[in-house]
Each structure stands twice: as C-alpha cells, then as structure tokens.
C-alpha cells in the first residue's frame, strides 16, 4: 500500500512529525512539511523503514520540491523544564511557524498533538506509514538531529552518538556510566537503570 498525499484533499495540509523524542541526550527535533499534488518519490516511506543513506537521498529532494517547510530544535535544558511531550508538540508548533505558506489543516504523527493558532488538525498513529507530508516531515526531522549528533560526537567522542544518536543504547548507557554526564544528557529522564544510579 503506497502513502496517501493527502487527509484532507480540498485543502492546503501539513503534515508534522519529530525525532529523538526517546534519546537520553540531544534536541527534539520536529519537522512540517506541505507537499504538492504531484509529489512522488519512490524512495518515500516511514523514515524508520529507510536506511540512513535513502534518508540523505531523501532530504535534498523533499527541501527542493516541497511547497513549504520548517524545521526546529527544541534542547535539553527545555525539554527538562517542560517535559518530553510539550518539548515535542513544541518543536512541531515551532516548524509550522517557519512554514512560508499557512495551512489549513495539519497532520501530526502520533496521538498527543496541541491546536495551533486554532488551525484544525488530525493526529494519526503511524502516520509517518500512512500519508506523505508526514512521512516527508519524519525524513527532515530525522536527518537533521542525527546531522547534529554527529556534530556533537566529535565533542564527546566518548559517548558513541555519531552511532547511536543518543538513543539508549548498552553502548550509551556504559558511556554514561563511566565518564558521567554531559551537557547535552536530558537530566529529566531515567539514563540508567536503577542499579546502575548515578549520584546526580
């Protein structure tokens, strides 16, 4: 079954989605994107079936095509202050903001969305699976806060991000373990196993 364009067809829609919402370390990083009619790309999918490579292939061809795009970081010390939810719905409001051309209806990949600026929307559960602005959207996210972990990797060589992106990995939690935290760790969430407690 191939992604639909559209929830909505009489009406100009983003679709949103974020990435990183279940790492230890790093950014929420959230996307919005409004396709035209026409977009096809055979490459499109949910962008945790795609491998890293497809998702770069991805990314130029969605930034050159797209009708409009955003995309927004929300860090650490933020989403310790509001958590993880709000940090993300967060990001998504942010990216939507950034988009050149307002929508009329906006998809939201997940179930927890909040209304923006009283726009409609539609939360959709994989919908990263189902439609292709929001798959398009989960491609931006993705590949922009890995590009960033990357970043910070060479900073703290130490914690294995450029691989694991800062998702829970044994690798990470090792890391965490044994050279503690750094400014980049959510001090919000649970980085270690109850056994393994760090005096924080």
Request: one cysteine or more; aromatic letters at 10%; proline letters at 4%.
């Amino acid at each position: 079954m191939g992604l639909k364009h559209y929830f909505l067809n009489n009406a100009v829609e983003a679709g949103t989605d974020e990435a990183g919402r279940g790492c230890l370390a790093g950014p929420v990083v959230a996307a919005a994107v409004i396709l035209p009619n026409d977009f096809e790309h055979p490459l499109l999918n949910d962008s945790k079936q795609l491998t890293e490579k497809q998702r770069e292939q991805l990314r130029p061809f969605i930034e050159k095509n797209a009708l409009a795009y955003g995309v927004s970081f929300i860090f650490e010390d933020k989403i310790d202050e509001i958590n993880i939810l709000q940090a993300s719905i967060l990001a998504m409001h942010k990216s939507i903001e950034k988009l050149s051309i307002i929508p009329e209806h906006i998809i939201v990949d997940g179930n927890k969305f909040k209304t923006y600026k009283n726009i409609p929307h539609t939360t959709i559960v994989k919908g990263d699976a189902k439609f292709m602005s929001i798959a398009a959207a989960s491609v931006l996210a993705k590949t922009y806060r890995d590009e960033f972990m990357q970043k910070i990797d060479i900073e703290y060589p130490n914690y294995f991000w450029k691989k694991n992106k800062g998702y829970p990995t044994q690798q990470h939690r090792d890391a965490i373990q044994q050279f503690g935290i750094t400014k980049y760790h959510r001090k919000s969430f649970k980085l270690l196993p109850e056994q393994l407690k760090l005096d924080l």
